[in-house]
């Protein structure tokens, strides 16, 4: 039980960069988009104007600061989960390694946004409309192998990874749509 329960939290403690990178550009959009405005051979944006520059950068500032907060609170939670149970090698790997490991999730959060901002313009879908795997999906998917160098999680901490994106990405859409910041819950 206690295993389950510290594998989950560090299954959030790893996470978090990338989630909170691929939830922040919404705070700092605007200004220049990505693709410059261009357009692809098939006469659709490249990636559209929901992908700005500035909502890049933002995004990527916010997950590395997500890590720098990690770097300090490391020390802190260590103890606490060795409480419950041992705190393996790989393990340590996952609560101290947040700094660098922060940079590759947030950057690999924004860079697998834009392939799917990519894809959707490809197969049609306005900026802003819903493509339910890609938009909750593909930006962890990217995280991950962005990450990968550093760290290689298992097939469990994987799949709490994609199950936790799916139920948090839900909740902070709507929470963003709600305040406004959003035209679509989604
Ligand atoms: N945003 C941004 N720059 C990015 C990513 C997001 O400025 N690199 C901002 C945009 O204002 C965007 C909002 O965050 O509208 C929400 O992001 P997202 O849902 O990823 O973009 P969509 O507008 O839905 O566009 P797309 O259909 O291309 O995903
Ligand atoms: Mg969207």
Redesign the pocket.
């Known amino acids: 039980m206690y295993e389950e329960l510290a594998l989950l939290e560090l299954a959030i403690w790893f996470g978090l960069p990338a989630w909170i990178a691929n939830s922040t ?2 705070l700092g ?2 200004g220049s988009a ?1 693709d410059g405005g261009r357009f692809y051979s098939d006469g659709r944006r490249i ?2 104007d ?3 520059i ?3 950068i933002v ?1 990527v500032i916010f997950g590395i600061l997500v890590g720098i907060g990690q770097m300090f609170a490391a020390p802190y939670l260590h103890p606490i989960l060795a409480q419950f149970v041992t705190v393996t090698p790989a393990m340590e790997l996952v609560l101290y390694a947040q700094v660098p490991v922060a940079v590759l999730l947030s950057v690999g959060a ?1 860079t697998g ?2 392939v ?2 990519f894809i ?1 313009r490809r197969i049609d ?5 819903p493509s339910p795997f890609m ?1 909750q999906l593909g930006f962890i998917i990217m995280a991950l192998i962005f990450a990968y160098p550093l760290i290689q999680p298992g097939p469990i901490f994987i799949v709490i990874l994609v199950l936790m994106t799916l139920g948090i990405h839900w909740i902070s859409n709507a929470l963003v749509y709600l305040l406004g910041l ?1 035209k679509n819950p989604w």
């Open positions: 550009p919404v959009g605007g990505i990636l559209g929901g992908k700005t500035r909502g890049f995004g924004l946004d834009i799917g901002s959707k879908v306005k900026s802003g409309d938009d959003k």
